[in-house]
């Protein structure tokens, strides 16, 4: 008897702590939102908040899963997305200004209030915000473009480079061979090619866009990259430095009117019979021309050598300047250089004369009259020369006021 009432209080104790666990499980269940969790990592739940006006754009329709609000708001860019009232899909952005979205919204007190999957139709500014993660790594190196069809007949890209684990090799097969776009899809299939149709449109988008695109890609679903260029550095052709002329620049050689196809009209207008192999040449060809005294000379196609004048109507960079310009010239690009004016001109608003003392004087003015007498030259004209010359080398040291 004493048994059967101690396993009786025992049962009850039991019944009762079991009942208790069940209450608290059962609390602790209706708390829980009920999430869904993407395998993909293309979003993660960041928690029940009061809707404010981070989130600013609902979409029209209400949609049934987790996924498919997923789909639009990512398709339209936007940061974070969520849901509430049973199927209401809102998007929001961040706008870069702060790392957890957690930080824009105020958190409810009570999980309870998101509990459906799909927002609780009876909590209207309940809603349940995921944060929209990147399907690329953020990279200086390339421009994310979206995710578009892929076709058997039609690929948006035309090469197949391999298949890959990540973003970051795909592009790093791809950059080597030069290429505009790399893109994956089928869950690591790389795919590479060029932007080639210009006038605005991209190549990758013919077949439309797509939805729904893992990280790494869908079966036909091309998740698309834009590689980035390096600026082009300024172009510096190269020259000679010289004491006797100055490098002017490169400049296009013949008229680029496509109707004056039978005329070549170059940057500077004399062109010598010899080739040439270094500006030096070119220069001394241009200095020592007795048919004219050009001041500018030009070097054309690695061998060819121009002369012509800064004076002429029609200058050198009427066609404008060029690149690329090889030392002696390319093909239809003139290496342009100026003469420079060697001559020192003097000039001065009086003149000066040497003044001579009078006793130097007259030790000069006999020695003139001996020509008549001290010459042995049958001309007249080399005696005087000759007597001049030995004059001027007597007052080489006599004061001079200047």
């Known amino acids: ?29 209706v708390k829980l939102p009920d999430i869904e969790i993407d395998k993909n990592m293309r979003y993660e739940y960041s928690g029940c908040f009061t809707k404010n006006k981070n989130l600013n754009h609902q979409f029209s329709n209400n949609y049934g899963s987790v996924n498919e609000c997923y789909d639009v708001a990512f398709a339209e860019q936007y940061d974070f997305f969520g849901l509430r009232n049973n199927g209401e899909c809102w998007g929001g952005n961040n706008n ?18 998101c509990i459906n999957m799909l927002g609780n139709p009876n909590e209207n500014d309940a809603i349940k915000i995921y944060n929209i993660n990147s399907p690329i790594p953020k990279n200086s190196n390339f421009d994310y473009r979206g995710c578009y069809n892929d076709k058997t007949d039609k ?13 970051i090799d795909c592009y790093n097969t791809t ?8 893109g994956l899809q089928n869950g690591g299939e790389c795919w590479a090619g060029k932007n080639t149709l210009g006038g605005g449109t991209v190549k990758y988008s013919e077949n439309g866009g797509a939805t729904k695109c893992d990280i790494l890609g869908n079966n036909l679903k091309m998740q698309t990259y834009q590689i980035k260029k390096p600026p082009t550095p300024a172009q510096t052709n190269p020259f000679v430095t010289s004491p006797n002329y100055d490098y002017k620049g490169c400049y296009a050689d013949q008229d680029p009117n496509p109707n004056d196809t039978n005329i070549i009209n170059h940057a500077l207008s004399k062109r010598y019979d010899k080739d040439i192999s270094s500006v030096d040449q070119c220069y001394e060809l241009t200095k020592n021309d007795d048919t004219n005294s050009y001041d ?43 003469i420079k004016n060697t001559e020192t001109v003097t000039s001065s608003p009086f003149t000066t004369q040497p003044y001579i003392e009078e006793d130097d004087e007259a030790s000069i003015e006999p020695q003139l009259g001996e020509l008549e007498t001290d010459i042995g030259y049958d001309d007249l004209g080399n005696a005087i020369k000759k007597k001049l010359d030995q004059i001027e080398t007597q007052i080489t040291g006599i004061s001079v006021i200047k």
């Open 96 to 113: 870069g200004n702060v790392s957890d979205i957690k930080t824009l919204f105020t958190t409810q007190p009570d999980a309870a209030k």
């Open 1 to 29: 008897m004493f048994d059967t009432q101690i396993n009786a209080r025992y049962f009850v104790i039991y019944i009762k702590t079991y009942s208790t666990i069940l209450a608290l499980r059962a609390d602790l269940i």
């Open 155 to 167: 690929r948006v890209l035309s090469d197949f480079i391999g298949n890959v684990n990540n973003t």
């Open 296 to 338: 500018l000379f030009g070097l054309v196609n690695g061998s060819e050598c121009y002369a012509g004048s800064s004076t002429d109507t029609s200058p050198y960079s009427k066609y404008g300047s060029a690149v690329e310009c090889e030392l002696l010239g390319s093909p239809f690009k003139a290496q342009i250089y100026k």
């Open 175 to 182: 950059k080597i061979n030069d290429y505009d776009l790399f």
